[in-house]
């Protein structure tokens, strides 16, 4: 029988950042039914990546991304429960596994990220003729042309993405975004200044330690009406539904539950947010679209 070759990977900041919620999937797959995630994928990755899976539950920030990611696909989820034939864009995928969890029925999916990502992720993941990947930055919004040629409605997704890039780059994709494709739904994380600005020393450090990669803040998701979002719905780590809190790490569930006082004015500030795009329309995420996860 083959083996799969392994590739050995030496963590720098700029790995550890792209690594990290690849990890964080693999050690939740590892705990079955009580994980956050369920995700095969992920755990074959770091296989390849020749890491021993178990001795990496103690990085740092396994648990947040963990937890972000599950958010986000119950976002994913909800779309493509109301769209089935819709598609999903994702904006700086890194090494996400989100079309091998939730991409199994009959939508298109489109990955973008840089030559450093899309080079992993072409010696691990199959090709799909339902799945493109775009070896490009998501600063370059050359992007929106390949997003337009897919079947509508459309679910753009950016997972820790946006907050990365500078202010004006934001402005100008969102912008772009909703002028192009009004009433598409946008599932996107938004960080506060006061998250951002956390010392090495809070609690909250070892639990988000990509704060210190924030460059663009958002404090109230709300301001960006102003920018052609309507704010659908928007969740802090302390406004999770049961089904999802239950699967929490207990460590992390006793941060959020019983030390609020230490981190709930920064925890507060990240928020995981659906917006609907400029004017209504197909795809648009209404009250009779409500869910109940």
């Not at 998701?221 to 979002?229: F, I, K, N, S």
Request: proline content about 8%.
């Amino acid at each position: 029988m083959e083996t799969t070759p392994t590739l050995p990977v030496e963590l720098g900041p700029v790995d550890a950042a792209l690594l990290r919620p690849l990890f964080g999937r693999a050690v939740e797959t590892r705990r079955g039914l009580r994980g956050l995630v369920h995700d095969p994928t992920a755990v074959a990755m770091v296989e390849g990546l020749a890491y021993d899976v178990d001795a990496l539950r103690h990085m740092p920030g396994l648990a947040g991304v963990s937890l972000r990611t599950r958010v986000f696909d119950e976002e994913v989820r909800s779309f493509l429960g109301a769209y089935p034939r819709g598609s999903v864009v994702e904006i700086g995928a890194g090494l996400g596994t989100r079309f091998e969890r939730l991409g199994r029925g009959r939508a298109h999916w489109l990955e973008i990220d840089d030559d450093e990502p899309m080079s992993l992720r072409r010696r691990f993941l199959g090709e799909d003729p339902r799945r493109r990947q775009l070896a490009l930055s998501p600063a370059d919004l050359s992007w929106l042309d390949a997003a337009a040629d897919l079947p509508r409605p459309l679910c753009f997704v950016a997972e820790g993405s946006f907050s990365k890039l500078d202010p004006e780059t934001v402005k100008a994709t969102l912008w772009r975004l909703r002028t192009r494709f009004p009433g598409s739904w946008l599932v996107m994380d938004t960080a506060s200044e006061a998250l951002r600005d956390l010392p090495p020393t809070h609690a909250l450090a070892t639990h988000y330690p990509e704060a210190s990669d924030v460059r663009w803040t958002c404090d109230d998701p709300h301001e960006l009406r102003a920018w052609g979002l309507r704010l659908h719905r928007s969740r802090s780590f302390f406004e999770l539904p049961p089904k999802v809190e239950a699967r929490i790490p207990w460590r992390f569930r006793v941060l959020l539950r019983w030390f609020p006082w230490l981190v709930r004015d920064a925890l507060d500030g990240y928020r995981i947010n659906l917006f609907v795009l400029g004017a209504g329309g197909e795809g648009e995420a209404g009250e009779r679209r409500e869910e109940s996860w």
